[in-house]
């Protein structure tokens, strides 16, 4: 697991968790954050070497190889994640899962999904600003494993610890890393993150209350 370290993400994301921070400053500070993490995320990104030429010499440089990385945005709150991770990365393709978290039992289900058949020897790369008590998270894991993927990478805004260690238990031995931009303190009895940000896609779409 990569918990950012860096003054900006800490400083953003202070003005995301405050409660008074409207939508449209939410989304925007939300694509933001996603740039500073997919910087991390994207460090073992597959990539060949290649020949060009400058206007001075030829010279040896990298490309990002193929088959292209697979982006997957959970929705509805990943979605908001989506721009800032192309932003950086604007080759990959984008697969889409939608979840929805029953805030009573905290169970996941899936109720949507375009993704491609065949993941294996993908690089997938899966966005969900909250990591609560994991289950969404690790479904959509156990989703794209059952499609083949075997190198899984998740950015993460928050995460709680709890969720973070029943996630990390569950893919041990495979190929997984979580990048977040904050570890907070725990889940209160909703599971909800605290201290956190709220439910983040209420927060993203205007939603909340
Ligand atoms: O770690 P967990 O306990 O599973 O909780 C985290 C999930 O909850 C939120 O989604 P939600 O179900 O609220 O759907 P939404 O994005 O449509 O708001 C969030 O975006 C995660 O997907
Ligand atoms: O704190 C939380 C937990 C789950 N989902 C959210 O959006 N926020
Ligand atoms: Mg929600």
Redesign the pocket.
Known sequence: MHVADHPLITHKLTVLRDVATPSPTFRALTSELVTLLAYEATRHVRTHEVTIQTPVAETVGLAISEPRPLIVPILR?GLGMLEGMTALMPSAEVGFLGMV?NEETLEPSVYAERLPDDLSNRQCFVLDP?L?TGGSLLSAIQYLFERGAQDVTAVCILGAPEGVAAVEKAVEGHDVTLVLGALDERLNEH???VP?L????DRLYGTAG
Do not use: N, Q
Request: no cysteine; net charge neutral; hydrophobic share 40%.
């Open positions: 709150a978290r909250m609560a599971g909800y993150i956190g709220g439910d983040a896609g």
